[in-house]
């Protein structure tokens, strides 16, 4: 599925392109599953957010499938092995590469991102991308682990530095990150107040083990002090930005960490400076997640216990119809697209 231009899912139609051949280094993985992400929406309305985007673009960043051909310097994986892709490639030589930071490489390439992705029947990727695969987990749910569980474990674990014990804010409760963001706390040991702004949305929340259920337009400071017997809250995990800002801040203890990895409903907000360093509050922004974060959530998703969500699935020519899923705000998990 081939975007020639910015807009609705019009832009997006089907054909047929050469098959990719592997380079030196490089697997090419028959795709079983992609993920949709906010990002291929923003780059299909435009303008690019990526540096290096060009169309025509074929994108899909979380793919999940089996390989078909490898380069002659790849070692370590054979045809029919069943891989998922972290999309992330860094150059590999410069200093951010080098401290494990490829998300911040200044020659930052990523699987449909800016390079051709997972809506087609195949990928090419560098085989150092390569999850392999365990029998018991599925393309499908594979397919919605990389960006959603790789954010939420840099957020909850590399950035937030959860402990057993602590109770956890999670904003935006159903989304696909903080539906993982949930489970990784509860594995942690703390306690998680799940916000969200539907019953249907809590539920789920609550199955994933949630201990306090809120709505947005409940008064969500208050009652995380109640639930804390007046403390407030350890960590706050905030993808939403604007619309949740005050109450993410308001929600902390003292000493209190918030961890911003998102600003989908705006960009600008305001807060006082005074509280911050009264309360010795820390506002963390979480950055692009590393290399070690994808191969540490991947490890403990395979070890079992924790669960993907997903929203629906579609054939490759049913993309528009996955983009309008994935654009309403009714889903639940991860909207998949199965060439």
């Excluded at 195949?122 to 085989?127: D, E, I, L, M």
């Amino acid at each position: 599925m081939v975007q020639t231009g910015f807009g609705g899912p019009e832009v997006v139609r089907l054909r047929h392109v050469p098959d990719p051949a592997p380079g030196p280094a490089e697997l090419v993985v028959e795709v079983g599953a992609c993920a949709l992400n906010r990002l291929d929406v923003l780059q299909r309305r435009g303008p690019a957010v990526l540096p290096g985007f060009r169309l025509p673009h074929i994108a899909g960043t979380d793919v999940a499938g089996t390989v078909v051909a490898t380069g002659p310097r790849v070692s370590g994986y054979a045809v029919g092995d069943r891989v998922v892709l972290d999309p992330t490639i860094g150059c590999g030589t410069c200093a951010r590469c080098q401290a494990g930071d490829a998300g911040f490489c200044p020659a930052l390439r990523v699987v449909g991102g800016n390079i051709p992705g997972g809506f087609a029947e195949y990928v090419a990727a560098p085989a150092r991308l390569a999850y392999r695969l365990p029998a018991h987990v599925s393309l499908d749910e594979a397919a919605a682990l990389p960006t959603a569980w790789s954010t939420a474990y840099r957020a909850t674990h590399g950035v937030g530095q959860v402990r057993s014990g602590e109770t956890v804010v999670v904003q935006a409760a159903a989304s696909a990150v903080s539906i993982a963001a949930i489970q990784l706390a509860k594995r942690a040991g703390a306690a998680v107040v799940a916000v969200a702004s539907t019953g249907a949305k809590l539920a789920v929340a609550a199955d994933l083990g949630a201990d306090l259920l809120l709505r947005n337009d409940d008064d969500v400071p208050a009652a995380v002090r109640d639930h804390t017997g007046g403390r407030g809250a350890d960590l706050v995990l905030d993808h939403v930005g604007a619309a949740t800002w005050s109450n993410s801040v308001a929600s902390l203890a003292i000493g209190g960490r918030l961890v911003v990895f998102g600003n989908t409903s705006g960009d600008q907000v305001e807060f006082s400076l005074a509280d911050v360093y009264h309360r010795g509050l820390r506002l963390l922004g979480a950055g692009a997640y590393g290399a070690e974060d994808f191969t540490a959530v991947l490890d403990a998703y395979c070890a079992g216990g924790l669960r993907a969500l997903r929203a629906g699935a579609y054939g490759l020519a049913e993309l528009p119809a996955a983009f309008a899923h994935q654009e309403s705000r009714d889903t639940i998990g991860k909207v998949l697209v199965l060439p």
